[in-house]
Nanobody
Framework: QVRLVETGGGLVQTGDSLRLSCVASGGTFSSETMGWFRQAPGKEREFLVAIRRSDYSTYYADAAKGRFTISRDNAKNTVYLQMNSLKPEDTAVYYC?????????????????WGQGTQVTVSS
């Protein structure tokens, strides 16, 4: 059974850092692309970052550039999201996603599998 499980969310203060982890099971880590999205209350789910399995190339949304870093450990079937200098506007549910391979990485439809999400709350 395909499964993605995110961990590492929590309540932090402005300027703090968090590292989210996403462990894949059921064969999904062979997926070409792993990505992170987030959804704030009352807003649509938005793309943040993605990494390709084939060449480890990365893609960042403007909201993530300079503060967030994606990485993956294929041996551990895990993808990470390091988030630094967190701001209150980063408060959201963060989702891990796995895609089987597409020309683009920023659309939700580029991904076939999703985790349940982990809450990140940044207080001011």
């Amino acid at each position: 059974q395909v499964r993605l499980v995110e961990t590492g969310g929590g309540l932090v203060q402005t300027g703090d850092s968090l590292r989210l982890s996403c462990v894949a099971s059921g064969g999904t880590f062979s997926s070409e692309t792993m990505g992170w999205f987030r959804q704030a209350p009352g807003k649509e789910r938005e793309f943040l970052v993605a990494i390709r399995r084939s060449d480890y190339s990365t893609y960042y949304a403007d909201a993530a550039k300079g503060r967030f870093t994606i990485s993956r450990d294929n041996a551990k079937n895990t993808v990470y999201l390091q988030m630094n200098s967190l701001k209150p506007e980063d408060t959201a549910v963060y989702y891990c996603a796995a895609g089987l391979g597409s020309d683009t990485v920023v659309k939700m439809t580029d991904y076939q599998y999703w985790g349940q999400g982990t809450q990140v709350t940044v207080s001011s």
